[in-house]
């Protein structure tokens, strides 16, 4: 049977009978004009579930997840300030809509009705998705989430405090504010949450500021999936430097109180807390979920009979705050005003192009104080010794190094965080010294945990930060790729550009280091990166380009607020030479802190006209080598380093092809899903340039002797040339 229907007309028979559930007496510090608002949000959130799954039985809306037996999280918002940025469990539409109540001028139906009808004029979305989420009351969207929002949330969090010391230009968050993460109980046991858990706690722990409340909606099932009983109670109540608060979610006094508890001890203590809230959840999971074909009936009426609005109708007549018979009318009124509204938004108009789609993808740009470039002193203070060696050529991990040291003078907002990045100076010292001359609170040495490092990242660029979060390894960042996918790069796609994380994120990766580490260290697939739309994907060459694209990727982020990821080859960081040993050829000298490489410029070496070797990383310093060779066999070549590599500089590279006979591209990443294949695509739908490709085998990154075996080399790249020119001999 529809149960749907069951719950209601369930609800309006036990209200006219004062047939209600049994319960404690009201207790606590809410008003009688606070607890009507809650109970009035409650009804609002119970009547828009219904009319929502009513629109798409009509075809009229679209997929939905009910917030229908959570209206106790209306409580949860009254217990809170709209300052308190939160990040919603996709159940939570009480809290939004109570929360609308403390913010002025608020049509907080027609918004959402608008997303469930996925109306291209929903002010969140653009309707793009039925999401939670409002610019006005501080909740950044959230989408289908598991728990892929709780490291942000810790990074938000982290933030607000570290904002006191070092006051970032977009600044968003108040001081006294908190951050509110909710999640069901099912959401709990995800390796994310936990590792999101773990690092709050981790923190604490050492007595850093962190104003978190995590708040737990017990429902006792994911899905159909039932949680152990006293599951999230047991694991959740002693947990070092997370304080524990629970709650009864059917009670409105109880959680108020509770919840203002919680939310107390957070903002005096600045600390986080743990807030363990029982609901139910009343219909199936979503959509056309049927929860009688997993739930035996006698369990899905006991939890029908708990229903949250029928407990608020007690304790409100209990509390001489609302007779029942107002609370029914309230109800019944709530019901009839948003049909009336919903009849009106499904004739608002839908998105219908791509254009319409994409529109948002590619976050605004924003006014940015210019640096100036530091001064000569603050210059001369933080480079200390290293002012004489910046005369000189030198390797590029040393010029990335004095790349960060500039932009960091100039630009206080920019915090490095990351494994071994502070004390030690990051694995291969690109970090070295940074601690010493910025401190601890721009140069953050993180646990071990990718998830929480990009995270952090996130979050804080929540508050107006420039994040640079460095992930060791390029083969460590598939332990959190969804970070950037889920929930970076989303992020102004689903909020119309209002919210936006931007931040540039340090990767060392790619192969050709020698006998170390094997596939876990010498990563060459960038397909995840290179598959995420808005994602800016960098990968200088040498020291110098290094350097400016460096800086060029802080001006994407900081101005135009995007999400970059500077992918830097190990291999690369320590070369010296080029084409013989002592030659210094791959030296280069550190660039003046004005000069950049702009987005989507190409790098070119020679003007040879016979072929061209199109590449990138390793494969412009091999490119490089077989030039050479290939020069003394009469085969005149160019180099042209591609450096840009998502989105790919079609227009540059057409242009730096031109008067070339033959084309070589020449990949470092594998056969499959490697940056030959859109290049491929690229010269065979805009060129008539005869072209062919030399990329690594679809294979893993062997440690020792063959480390470098299934991957391009200065020999194979000559003999591809040869081949391809005609000259193979």
Not at 169 to 179: F, G, S, T
Not at 439 to 456: F, K, M, N, P, Y
Request: glycine residues 10%; proline residues 6%; charged residues 20%.
């Amino acid at each position: 049977m529809d149960r749907v229907q069951i719950v209601h007309d369930n609800l309006l028979r036990r209200v006219g009978d004062r047939d209600l559930p049994a319960g404690r007496p009201p207790a606590g510090p809410l008003s009688p004009e606070q607890a009507v608002s809650i109970f009035r949000s409650g009804c609002l959130s119970r009547a828009l579930d219904r009319v929502s799954r009513s629109m798409q039985a009509r075809g009229q809306g679209y997929y939905t997840i009910g917030s229908s037996g959570h209206e106790g999280m209306a409580a949860v918002a009254a217990a809170l300030r709209p300052t308190d940025m939160a990040f919603l469990h996709y159940r939570d539409a009480a809290f939004q809509i109570e929360r609308s109540t403390q913010v002025p001028g608020q049509s907080i139906a027609w918004d959402m009705l608008l997303s469930f009808a996925c109306s291209a004029e929903d002010p969140i979305s653009g309707g793009r998705h039925k999401v939670l989420g409002s610019k006005a009351l501080n909740i950044p969207p959230q989408t289908s989430t598991i728990a892929s929002h709780l490291p942000k949330a810790v990074g938000a969090a982290y933030s607000i405090g570290l904002a006191r010391r070092v006051p970032p230009e977009h600044k968003a968050l108040a001081e006294d504010a908190i951050v509110v993460c909710s999640f069901g109980d099912a959401s709990a046991n995800h390796s994310t949450a936990q590792g999101a858990f773990n690092t709050a706690q981790w923190t604490a722990f050492q007595s850093v500021p962190l104003p978190l409340l995590f708040v737990c909606e017990d429902n006792g099932i994911g899905i159909s999936t039932r949680t152990p009983s006293g599951w999230i109670g047991a694991s959740f109540s002693a947990r070092p430097g997370l304080r524990y608060f629970a709650c009864d979610g059917l009670d409105l006094y109880d959680t108020f109180r509770v919840a203002s508890e919680a939310a107390a001890f957070v903002r005096n203590r600045r600390k986080p807390a743990f807030l363990h809230v029982r609901t139910v959840r009343l219909y199936g999971h979503a959509g056309a979920d049927m929860p009688t074909t997993y739930m035996d009936r006698e369990t899905l009426e006991a939890e029908e009979a708990n229903d949250p609005l029928l407990h608020g109708v007690r304790l409100l007549s209990e509390a001489g705050a609302l007779a029942p018979d107002d609370a029914l009318a309230i109800y019944r009124d709530t019901e009839t005003r948003v049909e009336r509204i919903a009849a009106e938004v499904v004739t608002r108009p839908r998105l219908s192009t791509a254009e319409e789609v994409m529109a948002h993808l590619i976050p605004p740009p924003r006014p940015c104080r210019r640096g100036n470039g530091p001064s000569a002193e603050a210059r001369t203070r933080a480079f200390g010794g290293d002012l004489k060696p910046l005369e000189s050529p030198q390797i590029m991990s040393r010029l990335i190094n004095w790349a960060l040291i500039d932009l960091m003078l100039d630009h206080d907002e920019i915090v490095l965080m990351g494994e071994d990045v502070g004390r030690k100076g990051g694995v291969y010292g690109v970090t070295q010294k940074l601690e010493a001359r910025f401190g601890r609170a721009r140069v953050i040495d993180t646990l071990l945990d990718e998830q929480s490092i990009l995270g952090l990242g996130i979050g804080m660029a929540h508050n107006g930060f420039l994040p640079m979060p460095e992930i060791q390894f390029l083969a460590y960042l598939h332990n959190a790729e969804d970070q950037l996918r889920g929930e970076a790069a989303t992020l102004p796609f689903f909020s119309s550009g209002q919210f936006t994380n931007p931040m540039v994120v340090r990767i060392a990766g790619l192969g050709y280091q020698k006998g170390f580490g094997g596939h876990f260290h010498n990563d060459n697939s960038l397909a995840v990166l290179r598959d995420i739309p808005g994602l800016i994907l960098a990968c200088p060459s040498n020291g110098t380009d290094a350097a400016m694209m460096l800086r060029e990727c802080v001006r994407l982020a900081r101005e135009e607020q995007r999400l970059v990821v500077f992918l830097e080859p190990i291999a690369l960081y320590p070369m010296r030479d080029l084409h013989e040993a002592g030659d210094g050829g791959w030296l280069h000298r550190y660039p003046a802190p004005s000069e950049r490489v702009g987005f989507g410029d190409v790098g070119r070496h020679g003007d040879g006209e016979d072929i061209a070797l199109l590449t990138f990383g390793n494969g412009t310093y091999l490119a490089r080598q077989a030039q050479k060779r290939l020069g003394g066999e009469g085969i005149a070549a160019r180099v042209i380093d591609i450096r840009w590599l998502s989105p790919l500089p079609e227009d540059n590279i057409v242009a730096a092809l031109d008067g070339c006979r033959r084309v070589l591209i020449v990949d470092e990443t594998r056969r499959s899903g490697g940056v030959a294949e859109a290049l491929m695509a690229l010269l065979t739908e805009r060129t008539e340039i005869p072209h062919a490709r030399l990329t690594a085998e679809d294979s893993f990154i062997a440690t020792g002797p063959a480390y470098a075996a299934t991957m391009p080399s200065a020999d194979s790249i000559v003999a591809a040339a040869r081949a391809l020119t005609g000259e193979d001999r």
